[in-house]
C-alpha cells in the first residue's frame, strides 16, 4: 500500500508562486514515476506534469511548460510541484499521482493518488 499526502495549495495571486509537496508513505518511493494532475472546476481530470524515478528527466503539459517545475527528493520521499506566474486557468484541485504511465503521447494517471489540495488562483 502507497499513500501519498499533499500540502502546500492556497489562495494565490495571478502571477505568484506557490510550491506544492507530496509525501509519500511507501519504502518504495523511488521506484515509481511520479506526476501531478489536475482538475480545474467543470472540466476533466488533467496530466500536468511527471517525473521519472531518478528526477533526471520530465515532462509537462504544454500549458505549464516553462512555468511549472516538477523534481523530487527520494531521501526525504517527496515530490515537488514549484508553479511560478500562476494565471487563473491554473485554478485546480492538484492531485500527487504514483505511476503515471504513458499511453502513445499522452501521460495517464497511476493506481495511486493524494487527496488533492486546492489552487485557487485570484485575477
Known amino acids: 500500500q502507497v499513500q501519498l499526502v499533499e500540502s502546500g495549495g492556497g489562495l494565490v495571486q495571478a502571477g505568484g508562486s506557490l510550491r506544492l509537496s507530496c509525501a509519500a508513505s511507501g519504502r518504495t518511493f523511488s521506484n515509481y514515476f511520479m506526476g501531478w494532475f489536475r482538475q480545474a472546476p467543470g472540466k476533466g481530470r488533467e496530466f500536468v506534469a511527471v517525473?521519472?524515478?531518478?528526477?533526471?528527466?520530465?515532462y509537462y503539459a504544454d500549458s505549464v511548460k516553462g512555468r511549472f517545475t516538477i523534481y523530487r527528493d527520494n531521501a526525504k520521499n517527496t515530490v515537488y510541484l514549484q508553479m511560478n506566474t500562476l494565471k487563473p486557468e491554473d485554478t485546480a484541485s492538484y492531485y500527487c499521482?504514483?505511476?503515471?504511465?504513458?499511453?502513445?503521447?499522452?501521460?495517464?494517471?497511476?493506481?495511486?493518488w493524494g487527496q488533492g489540495t486546492q489552487v485557487p488562483v485570484s485575477s
Open positions: 499521482n504514483g505511476d503515471p504511465r504513458r499511453d502513445g503521447n499522452r501521460w495517464v494517471s497511476g493506481l495511486y
Open positions: 517525473i521519472n524515478w531518478s528526477g533526471d528527466v520530465t
